[in-house]
């Protein structure tokens, strides 16, 4: 790990020398060795017009690359947004989990108002309590996303952990994830189903798109990491909570070593790296999970404090975010970015909508499949000439 950090002032633009240590532990703004003031100008204060684009993990811009080039991906996604499960999981939340407010569980919801203010999400989406000892949460919803967080949260995390990891779930948001991530959730629904009803074979067409959507959902975990840590601004909170995520209990919690988690961090990628071999058997083991290893997540965190760009835009230097243009849905009226090429109200924006033909579900859908089984073939399956 780098000893020491360069970073210029944002005022007299003197280089300092900070010790990576003092970054893990920030508490307050380190000062300026020449004019005295503090280093970090907006270390206390919300990130307001603060662009995804200045915390996206770059895995997370290869993998959506990659995504959107996947035939058929549009015509999937109206299908997807127009016909998903949002409804039918807000219900099951409101009629089973507890759903937190300002009158009701009042303290986790100032927790996670700090959180959203922190990265200038407004409105609140709605927050619901689960019952599960698992250190868990998640965000959900497209058109309305709301986040759920499990009581072994609750139970095994500080105040502070809970603002990170609120802050995590924020971040999916803030980064405009969610058409992506319900994606995620309907295709493998989708797989699981194609396989029972077909033998497995319904599954070759869909692997393209699967694996595609299961590549981004890694790679989005980690800026949604990165949005954690500019909500907490703590290192060690950030890293504290993934190392209880990682393997943690009450017996053992006053004997977790923050020093002993990030060599482990380091010592997983020496062995990651040692050879081709060790790099494939950790993507191998990686297929079939929603997030990436706690452990990689907290080297990637490392790497996101030393290298600076988390001291930058607690320093305020970003290019704030614009104020998007928007013109009304001309199918349902309601606000439609400049340049968005799907409505995530009412789906509007395919092709067949331009034209009026093709409105029948089962076509569109029949439309993805051909295209994606077109590119399949054409990728994995040449003919020799």
């Avoid at 295709?187 to 009803?197: F, N």
């Avoid at 909570?241 to 977790?256: D, F, H, I, Q």
């Avoid at 970003?318 to 789906?347: D, M």
Wanted: with cysteine; net charge neutral.
């Amino acid at each position: 790990m780098i000893e020491l950090l360069e970073f210029t002032c944002g005022r007299c633009e003197a280089v300092n020398r900070l010790k990576t240590e003092r970054i893990l532990a920030l508490q307050d703004s380190p000062k300026c060795g020449r004019c005295k003031e503090p280093l970090l100008r907006r270390l206390h204060e919300p990130l307001l017009n603060l662009p995804p684009s200045a915390y996206t993990h770059p895995l997370d811009r290869e993998a959506l690359a990659r995504l959107q080039a996947v035939p058929g991906i549009k015509t999937f996604f109206k299908a997807i947004i127009k016909h998903s499960l949002e409804a039918d999981m807000r219900l099951q939340h409101t009629a089973n989990y507890l759903k937190v407010e300002e009158d009701q569980v009042p303290s986790l919801y100032r927790r996670f108002r700090t959180a959203a203010d922190r990265l200038g999400i407004s409105p609140l989406p709605d927050l619901f309590i689960y019952q599960s000892p698992v250190l868990n949460a998640y965000t959900a919803g497209v058109e309305r996303t709301f986040v759920a967080i499990s009581t072994g949260c609750l139970e095994l995390l500080t105040e502070e952990e809970q603002i990170s990891v609120l802050g995590h779930e924020l971040g999916h948001v803030h980064a405009q994830h969610m058409l992506y991530s319900t994606a995620s959730r309907v295709m493998a629904m989708l797989a699981m189903t194609a396989a029972e009803v077909a033998f497995g074979v319904g599954t070759l067409f869909l692997k393209p798109v699967q694996i595609a959507l299961a590549q981004w959902s890694q790679a989005s975990e980690l800026t949604a990491d990165r949005a954690q840590l500019l909500v907490v601004r703590k290192p060690e909170v950030v890293l504290r909570t993934l190392m209880k995520m990682a393997g943690a209990s009450p017996s053992v919690m006053n004997e977790l070593n923050i020093k002993a988690f990030i060599r482990q961090a380091e010592s997983f990628e020496l062995m990651r790296d040692q050879n081709t071999w060790n790099k494939l058997l950790v993507m191998l083991q990686s297929l079939e999970r929603s997030h990436p290893f706690s452990v990689y997540r907290a080297k990637e965190v490392l790497d996101f404090c030393v290298k600076g760009e988390f001291l930058e835009i607690l320093d305020g230097d970003y290019t704030a975010a614009p104020l998007v243009a928007t013109a009304p849905c001309p199918r349902c009226g309601k606000p439609l970015a400049a340049g968005a090429f799907i409505c995530a109200h009412c789906a509007y924006g395919t092709d067949d909508d331009d034209t009026g033909k093709g409105s029948d579900l089962g076509a569109k859908m029949d439309k993805g499949w051909e295209d994606a089984r077109q590119w399949f073939k054409k990728t994995f399956m040449k003919e020799d000439a």
